[in-house]
């Protein structure tokens, strides 16, 4: 047996005022370095949608492992936007794997 909780974006704080582009499942949209439609202004993990053409074996799923890759990704296009660096798409978006291992980890009812 799998289980899996579906995670809805919450971006109503994020949007008193502000004229965000959203996808179609409701996250703020970013490119291939996290921007959102608005100047300086980045998103990762569960608030946001990939808009770019991704890999054929990744997905956004908005699981925890793939939340903690987008912020360390984020960190790492802030702060080379800061120095007037680019940087490449991490391997982290090239392969998505995620296995669930009943019984070894979790109790199911």
Partial sequence: MVGAIE?????????CGNNFDVGEDGGLKVDDH?????????AAGDICTASWQPS????????WTQARQMGWYTAKCMAAA???????????FELFAHVVLPGKYHTWG
């Fill in 7 to 15: 995670v809805t974006p919450n971006i109503e704080p994020f949007l």
């Fill in 56 to 63: 054929p074996v990744w997905q956004q799923m908005r699981l």
């Fill in 34 to 42: 996290m921007h959102t439609s608005l100047s300086d202004i980045y």
């Fill in 82 to 92: 800061t120095l007037g660096q680019s940087t490449d798409m991490d391997f982290s």
